[in-house]
Every structure is written in structure tokens, then in C-alpha cells.
Nanobody, 125 residues
Framework: VQLQASGGGLVQAGGSLRLSCVSS????????MGWFRQAPGKEREFVAA????????DYTDSVKGRFTISRDNAKNTVYLQMNSLQPDDTAVYYC???????????????????WGQGTEVTVSS
């Protein structure tokens, strides 16, 4: 599985961005997808996850109500819509994929097999 993330950029606080991650190489609908982020000097942290068919989603508390993860299996793409962005959201955002046969979600970086290259999000105050 190869993942290509895009959509990052510079935005003012309160603004919005939509990240995209396109997958190639394997059957996309067999994989749970997740978004993680890593700020300078910090560990990579979980942001959001979506099950392979899109029926289940979850978010870290700090983004609940502001971010929405979704997927289009016909386009082999997962999205992260980010609204009401804050300076603390500044980070490099990574998409990740994990093969799943059940309906569970994955929250830890070590659970994900494949990673995209990251897209940088900078939120100015």
C-alpha cells in the first residue's frame, strides 16, 4: 500500500483545511485508515480513525467537533476536514493504513502498517 497525503498549508486561526490521502496498491476497503500528527519536539499522536467501510469513526478529544474523517472507497481516498483550526493544531499530519477483518478501530501508531509522507499544517494566531 502506498499513501500520498496532501492538502496542508498555512491558515489563520479559525480557518479550515481539508487533507486528502490517496491509496494505491491494495484493496483500499480492506484497510482501516487513520490520521496522526506530529508537532516539533513532540511524539506522533492520534488524531482520527475510520473503519474500512466507514461505519465507525473516532477522534482525539482535542479535535472532536472540529475535525471530520471520511473516506471514499471508490476513489481510494480518506479525508480529514479540519475546521476552527487553532495554533495548537500546527503539525505535520500523516495518514496511515492498517489491514482489518473486523469492525474495530486502531489508535496507536504501532498498529498501522503503512504510512504516507506527511503534509504540513501551520496555523497562525
Amino acid at each position: 500500500v502506498q499513501l500520498q497525503a496532501s492538502g496542508g498549508g498555512l491558515v489563520q486561526a479559525g480557518g479550515s483545511l481539508r487533507l486528502s490521502c490517496v491509496s494505491s496498491g491494495r484493496t483500499f476497503s480492506n484497510y482501516n485508515m487513520g490520521w496522526f500528527r506530529q508537532a516539533p519536539g513532540k511524539e506522533r499522536e492520534f488524531v482520527a480513525a475510520i473503519s474500512r467501510r466507514g461505519g465507525s469513526t473516532d477522534y482525539t478529544d482535542s479535535v472532536k467537533g472540529r475535525f471530520t474523517i471520511s473516506r471514499d472507497n471508490a476513489k481510494n481516498t480518506v479525508y480529514l476536514q479540519m475546521n476552527s483550526l487553532q495554533p495548537d493544531d500546527t503539525a505535520v499530519y500523516y495518514c496511515a493504513a492498517n489491514f482489518r477483518v473486523d469492525g474495530g478501530l486502531d489508535y496507536m501508531p504501532m498498529e498501522y502498517e503503512y504510512w504516507g509522507q506527511g503534509t504540513e499544517v501551520t496555523v497562525s494566531s
